[in-house]
């Protein structure tokens, strides 16, 4: 990684001596110090590299991150000193002008909102290819090809061996693929099945997977990590329930319920008269998945879950058709402030 910090850093070089504009400037921020940016994709690698590297590579990457910020800022005082170009130049009596603020959208809130609960928990936040391998997606996943689970995730195919992800489970398995335990990490993000498209289903919705293994974890670290988050994301005074669930890769499987926020358990309309809402599945990895990356079954033991974003975002709030997420009517997400 060092000749790819190295090469970075004469990239980063030729682009700041070719700008002529402050929009420019804005643009060479983004693309290398910014939240998505190549420095920030770079630290999310150092999770593939082997413990001996991790320290050098994350310190010389922190180190080139600092010289860009600071190049940057050098270049735009280097601009303020010029005074404004002709083609930036505004006219200072022209009237003001009202803009509307925008908001976040109730699905991304929630993919935040889990990403800090997690983060807070000792999770790390892992991001995945939306085109996967058959064998990441499924296979691995101890579904084999003629496995009848795979009937319920129908997905678009590029190839027979290549595929839209119908979960993101499969970067479990490449974590695990690249790292000894212990393993704690947390992926969201898109996934696609061929759903007809009606109130609670839609061909593209977001996931939120996690997973943790290490020695000696049981079913009551599972209770405890999902407790935990449900009543952060849906209140203090929410009961959690777990009852038994199948899931290929997991043995046992749950299925995990909350307390109904309207009739506080007591049944209603929104909850069918039973009193709870089904949030998410969980077990524990099934020792084959462990198998499968090399993992001893018989040392390391681990528990996954997986949830849908939109699921909790209708029962956060109360949205009762899956189809408003997508409709971007802004009387529907300026409720969201």
């Known amino acids: 990684m060092e000749k790819e910090i190295k090469n970075l850093r004469e990239q980063f070089k030729k682009s700041l001596a070719a700008l002529k504009t402050r929009k420019e400037l804005l643009i060479i921020e983004n693309e290398y110090t910014g939240r998505k940016g190549i420095v920030a994709q770079m630290l999310k690698r150092i ?54 603020q925008g908001t976040i959208h109730p699905v991304e809130l929630i993919l935040k909102a889990t990403e800090d609960i997690f983060l807070g928990m000792g999770f790390t936040i892992v991001d995945g290819p939306e085109i996967e391998l058959d064998y990441y997606n499924f296979e691995a996943l101890n579904i084999p090809k003629d496995h009848p689970a795979r009937d319920v995730q129908d ?39 061929r759903d007809s498209i009606d109130n609670t289903h839609t061909p593209m919705f977001h996931q939120i997977e996690g997973l943790a293994v290490d020695e000696d974890i049981s079913l009551a670290d599972l209770k405890g990590v999902i407790t935990e988050f449900c009543k952060q994301i849906f209140g203090k005074d929410r009961i959690i329930r777990f009852r038994p669930g199948y899931f290929p890769f997991v043995e046992p499987g749950a299925e995990v319920d909350v307390s109904c926020g309207l009739c506080h358990g007591k049944g209603c309309s929104s909850c069918g ?39 909790i975002a209708m029962l956060k709030y109360g949205i009762n058709d899956i189809r408003l997420f997508f409709e971007n009517d802004i009387r529907f997400l300026t409720q969201f402030k």
């Not at 008269?273 to 198998?291: C, K, R, T, Y």
């Open 47 to 100: 999770t593939s590299l082997t413990p001996e590297e991790r320290p050098r590579a994350g310190q010389l990457l922190n180190q080139i991150k600092k010289e860009f910020q600071d190049a940057l800022i050098k270049k735009e005082k280097e601009f303020s000193q010029e005074g404004c170009r002709e083609e930036e130049y505004i006219d200072i009596t022209f009237p003001g002008q009202n803009f509307i």
């Open 273 to 311: 008269n039973s009193g709870w809402l089904e949030i998410m599945g969980a077990g524990m990895v099934h020792p084959h998945v462990l198998e499968m990356v090399g993992y001893d079954a018989e040392k390391y033991t681990g528990f996954a879950f997986g949830m849908g974003a939109e699921r």
């Open 155 to 193: 997905s678009f195919y590029v190839t027979p061996d290549i595929l839209l992800r119908t979960q993101t489970s499969p970067m479990q398995v490449r974590t695990m693929e690249n790292q000894s335990p212990p393993v704690r990490i947390i992926s969201a993000g898109k996934c696609y099945r």
